[in-house]
């Protein structure tokens, strides 16, 4: 009877397996330390003040994780919800240059950028609209949100 490879493979799987069995568990190389007792090594530390290495209890709230690592002042402030900003209307886009009279009529002179634009009371300028010019200063309505703006007018 002829052994092929698949039998001899097989026998030496099955003795290995045998001899690992018969043998036993191995037993480790090194002693395992055994555990001191605790008095023992706080007795070299007697100058130690535990107390000073315990934390304090600080309860935090709970949607800040990092809340009892910031002081008192920065743990009240982010406690207190801010409310949203309320839109403000952007600063005013004009710069007084003169008043110009001819025949009695006469126009206030305000510029934009480049522009030179006359103004009267109830003309719109873009997002604003002109409500009322004294000698002391023009008024303005931005439009979008409805606030009022003014823009001091220097006296000569």
Do not use: C
């Not at 023992?40 to 935090?60: F, G, M, S, T």
């Amino acid at each position: 009877m002829k052994m092929d490879k698949r039998h001899i493979a097989l026998g030496i799987v099955a003795v290995t397996l045998v001899a690992g069995v018969v043998t036993g568990r191995e037993r480790p190389a090194v002693d395992l330390a055994k555990p001191r007792a605790p008095q023992a090594a706080a007795a070299k530390y007697d100058d130690i003040d535990l107390d000073k290495l315990r934390r304090a209890e600080v309860r935090a709230p709970s949607t800040d994780p990092f809340a009892a690592m910031k002081g008192p002042e920065i743990r009240a402030a982010a406690a207190a919800p801010e409310a949203p900003a309320r839109p403000s209307a952007p600063p005013l886009p004009f710069q007084y240059i003169g008043k110009w009279s001819q025949d009695d009529k006469g126009e206030v002179l305000v510029q934009r950028g480049e522009e030179l634009l006359p103004i009267a009371p109830g003309a719109k300028l873009g997002d604003y609209r002109v409500d009322q010019i004294t000698e002391a200063r023009i008024s303005f309505t931005y439009l979008p949100l409805n606030m009022k703006q003014t823009l001091d007018v220097p006296v000569p």
